[in-house]
Nanobody, 122 residues
Framework: QVQLVESGGGLVQAGGSLRLSCSTSSRSFSTYYMGWFRQAPGKEREFVAA????????YYSDSVKGRFTISRDSAKNTVYLQMNSLKPEDTAVYYC???????????????WGQGTQVTVSS
């Protein structure tokens, strides 16, 4: 019954920026991290970033650290991913989910939503 809706994807040139949003319908998973994941065609889904609802603990994958910023608005049950200095290798469908893990080893706890497409052109 928990709904996850990603939005904000699009087509940008290398070096550009996008801000993704993930709206949630429930706080029943509020004790867990919220994470962003991505999946490129023909590749396995990979972890991008995670944040506690308090905002006190944040993790990033090495591939996005320094370029992406994860944040949240607890009052709106929404998490964001600000993506700067985008590279063609960032092209993927981006998903959010309640998450557990550490470092760059994470897994989603809920059913995956539809995701939002991010395409970065050269």
């Amino acid at each position: 019954q928990v709904q996850l809706v990603e939005s904000g994807g699009g087509l940008v040139q290398a070096g550009g920026s996008l801000r993704l949003s993930c709206s949630t319908s429930s706080r029943s998973f509020s004790t867990y991290y919220m994470g962003w994941f991505r999946q490129a065609p023909g590749k396995e889904r990979e972890f991008v970033a995670a944040i506690t609802w308090s905002g006190g603990i944040i993790y990033y994958s090495d591939s996005v650290k320094g370029r992406f910023t994860i944040s949240r608005d607890s009052a709106k049950n929404t998490v964001y991913l600000q993506m700067n200095s985008l590279k063609p290798e960032d092209t993927a469908v981006y998903y959010c989910n309640a998450a557990a893990g550490s470092g760059s080893s994470w897994y989603g706890l809920l059913n995956w939503g539809q995701g939002t497409q991010v395409t970065v052109s050269s």
